[in-house]
């Protein structure tokens, strides 16, 4: 059980005995009464979004969900399929659950799968994967127009913004929290 003191976020609570996440978080404590905890809430199943304000002293239930170490196999159609390492049990996920994670999918990259009443609602990617470039623009030594980076697609689809020494065939390693470019895998 949690209080409202507990509220952060990246909170998973259940209201409603929906599963929601927390993505936005302000405390104020006016002068008289009782402090106010004001939360943008997302529904993790639905995608909606909740603006709700709570005060000092309500409480809340933890959303009962599971974390299961899996391995992406494959995509087919608009599903994604998984393995669990224990089980060699397979799942498939819809895109529309996937969000931004299905950008940094590749063949046997490990994720942690979330479970909700035995159905599968989102993926959690490492922070850090590596990715090779499957298209960019060549650099031109000695060209000074000022651009520090240039667009490159990567091998799962995804375009992203990287410094003009990056070339078609590297492999790069992307913050998946961000989007971003990190750095280029030496060796």
Known sequence: MYTAADLRKGLKIAIDNEPYIITAF???KPGKGQ????TKLKNMI???TL?????SGETFEPANLEDRKMQYLYKEGDHYCFMDNDTFEQIHIN????ADAKNYLVDNLAVDVLIFRDKAIGVDVPN???LRVTQTDPWAKGDTSGSDSKPATLETGYVLRVPPFIEEGELITI????????TRVKG
Do not use: C, K, P, Q
């Open 26 to 28: 302000d405390f104020a």
């Open 35 to 38: 402090a106010l905890y004001r």
């Open 46 to 48: 639905s995608g909606s």
């Open 51 to 55: 603006d709700r304000t709570y005060r």
């Open 95 to 98: 895109e529309t659950a996937m």
């Open 128 to 130: 850090f994967v590596n």
């Open 175 to 182: 913050d998946t929290r961000t989007g971003e470019y990190s």
